[in-house]
């Protein structure tokens, strides 16, 4: 550059125009007039930057033996040998029988429940109904386990038996029918693995978020984060009130002889355990766009260009590794940058003029790489 600025090409085409037009032309050669900016990026609004080392790693669990075994941090409501963990509903001892590693209805013995209570959960639960089938419709195989005793899915045999859908076995009962039928015949032992979120209400007992269902029924997905309207409920759902953050568990007594084994949950945190991660990162120092000038261009061997920097108005890019989808730097330093959205830096050497060299960590990667020519 000279120093002296050509006449824009638009300005010779405003030169024609009358004054009015002229007047509302003006804002728009002062636009064409200045250096292109690129817009600063939106905040992702993320909690971490990507593959950030200071991330806490996941509490380990030690998963069951055998799929649908319980995980090392289950709760274990039944094993197969007692009934200690639940009573009848009116806390005397649970009247349900059991044997063989199941316990069974015993019709008239009514509801058990839980000793423990729980809000948020995964469970695992493993059910039979009588074979060979006795009745037809819901007088077939009933049975429902009720989170926080009031939210059921329904136990039914709904192998070859009709019922209204949103009552078949796997429906949040009178709500939902299961996405698919994926009922075995009676007898055979079934699962359902579900994750339950409890409804959540404000001080003042108004609802802030319904209670939720997934659930894999014999593996198979059947509710996809289904939106509970109320407490289930016959002929017509209840409506939500105010209720504890952790209440028992309920299996039902439906006048039927249900096998129920392998009982387990593990109870859910609200929200991931740690939210303090480091939002994107901010430019420190003004660089200039002749000034980032200097860094653009391939660093590497001969035979791997690892970085390659670019820049965009006054903006600074890098594709790592030929990547293809280069990763933006905000300045820290006139020589030292950090990603914008993923942990790491990228130090250019600090000798004036071109940089020599570049030096990556990302990922936990440390790479020193040289200009090439
Ligand atoms: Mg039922």
Not at 54 to 72: E, F, L, Y
Not at 76 to 92: H, P
Request: glycine share 8%; net charge positive; with cysteine.
């Amino acid at each position: 550059m000279n120093g002296r600025s050509r006449t824009h090409p638009a300005a010779c085409v405003l030169a024609r125009l009358p004054g009015r037009v002229l007047a509302l032309a003006s804002v728009a050669v002062v636009a064409i007039g200045t250096i292109p900016q690129e817009a600063s990026p939106q905040d992702s609004g993320r909690l971490w930057k990507v593959h950030d080392l200071a991330r806490p790693a996941p509490r380990v669990v030690t998963p069951g033996r055998d799929v649908g075994q319980p995980p090392s941090d289950a709760v274990v409501l039944f094993d197969g040998r007692t009934l200690d963990a639940w009573t009848s509903q009116d806390g005397s001892p649970a009247r349900w029988s059991v044997r063989d590693g199941y316990m069974q209805t015993v019709p008239g013995a009514g509801p058990i429940q839980s000793r423990r209570a729980f809000g948020d959960v995964q469970a695992h639960i493993e059910w039979a109904t009588p074979s060979p089938a006795v009745g037809a419709g819901q007088d077939r195989g009933n049975s429902g386990i009720f989170f926080m005793g009031k939210y059921e899915i329904q136990v039914l045999d709904s192998y070859q038996n009709v019922t209204y859908a949103d009552g078949q076995a796997a429906a949040l009962y009178g709500q939902h029918p299961p996405l698919v039928n994926a009922s075995r015949p009676p007898g055979e032992w079934q699962s359902y693995d579900i994750v339950f979120r409890r409804p959540r209400f404000n001080g003042a007992g108004a609802l802030v978020s319904p209670a939720r269902m997934t659930v894999f029924h014999n593996g198979v997905l059947v509710q996809d984060n289904a939106e509970l309207w109320g407490p289930t409920n016959w002929l017509e759902t209840d409506p939500y009130r105010s209720h504890a953050d952790a209440l028992p568990f309920t299996l039902q007594d439906h006048d039927h002889p249900v096998r129920v084994r392998n009982f387990w949950v593990r109870p859910l945190a609200d929200t991931p355990a740690d939210e303090r991660g480091a939002r994107e990162s901010r430019p420190r120092v003004t660089v200039t766009a002749a000034a980032l000038d200097r860094f653009v261009g391939a660093y590497g061997t001969p035979t791997d260009r690892a970085a390659v920097v670019t820049r965009r108005g006054t903006r600074l890019f890098v594709d790592l590794f030929g990547r293809g989808a280069p990763l933006e730097l905000v300045a820290q330093t006139t020589t030292r940058f950090d990603f914008l959205r993923t942990a790491g830096t990228a130090d250019f050497d600090a000798a004036p003029g071109r940089p020599t060299r570049l030096t990556v960590r990302v990922a936990g990667i440390e790479r020193s790489l040289e200009r090439l020519p």
